[in-house]
């Protein structure tokens, strides 16, 4: 399932653009204020930016995720609240994708 940004703007009421890609909810949206670039996060994890004139995504940012997928299960020198954070980043994980 593909999510999208609407992009339109108020004054002409017209839909201009519809940019496709993330592939979970978007989280926020960020104008440039002198190039006709967007800035858009996502549930995906993923930033991206767009241009507006083409609708393209010019690149797509995403941090580093070094646990994930990781078996935590048997692991020791950690102390149970630092367990229970990477149980729920794994669970968030699994939501991302």
């Given at each position: 399932?593909?999510?999208?940004?609407?992009?339109?703007?108020?004054?002409?009421?017209?839909?201009?653009?519809?940019?496709?890609?993330?592939?979970?909810?978007?989280?926020?949206?960020?104008?440039?204020?002198?190039?006709?670039?967007?800035?858009?996060?996502?549930?995906?994890?993923?930033?991206?930016?767009?241009d507006l004139k083409t609708?393209?995504?010019?690149?797509?940012?995403?941090?580093?995720?070094?646990?994930?997928?990781?078996?935590?299960?048997?692991?020791?020198?950690?102390?149970?609240?630092?367990?229970?954070?990477?149980?729920?980043?794994?669970?968030?994980?699994?939501?991302?994708?």
């Open positions: 399932m593909e999510y999208s940004n609407r992009t339109d703007f108020i004054n002409s009421g017209q839909l201009l653009n519809t940019l496709q890609g993330h592939s979970h909810w978007v989280l926020s949206v960020a104008f440039s204020p002198k190039q006709p670039l967007l800035a858009s996060s996502s549930v995906d994890g993923s930033i991206k930016i767009w609708g393209e995504c010019l690149k797509t940012l995403r941090a580093d995720r070094p646990y994930e997928g990781m078996n935590i299960t048997r692991v020791m020198g950690i102390t149970e609240a630092q367990k229970a954070t990477l149980e729920a980043s794994a669970i968030c994980c699994k939501y991302r994708a």
